[in-house]
């Protein structure tokens, strides 16, 4: 059994700052590569950030130079630093791993949690 809680969104005007925080569970996570995933009203879910196992980095267009995926092995921790937010980055932010990067990449995850809803006001 796996969890997975989301936290740290909120209300913040464009140009605000945000650091979102997952927390994973049932799992090794040490194993597992991680990702943070966007859903906007409407549309579908989308990649936002990932990182592997050793700590590689890659970013969606979109969020590079404004966003920074890290993670904390010792707490079960994967985290979204946001800066620079716009209004397009009003969703719901969700976090998932899986010891396939590939999927983590593709976003082809069997569940997930309930995400934190992010709300950028122009």
């Known amino acids: 059994q796996v969890q997975l809680v989301e936290s740290g969104g909120g209300l913040v005007q464009a140009g605000g700052s945000l650091r979102l925080s997952c927390a994973m569970s049932?799992?090794?996570?040490?194993?597992?590569?991680m990702g943070w995933y966007r859903q906007a009203s409407g549309k579908a879910r989308e990649r936002v950030a990932s990182?592997?196992?050793?700590?590689?980095?890659h970013y969606a267009d979109f969020a590079k130079g404004r966003f920074s995926i890290s993670r904390d092995d010792a707490y079960n921790l994967v985290y979204l630093q946001m800066d620079n937010l716009k209004p397009e980055d009003t969703g719901v932010y969700y976090c998932?791993?899986?010891?396939?990067?590939?999927?983590?990449?593709?976003?082809?995850?069997?569940?997930w949690g309930q995400g934190t809803r992010v709300t950028v006001s122009s």
């Open positions: 998932n791993g899986h010891p396939s990067y590939y999927k983590v990449m593709q976003g082809d995850l069997a569940s």
């Open positions: 049932g799992r090794t996570f040490s194993d597992h590569n």
């Open positions: 990182i592997t196992r050793g700590g590689i980095t």
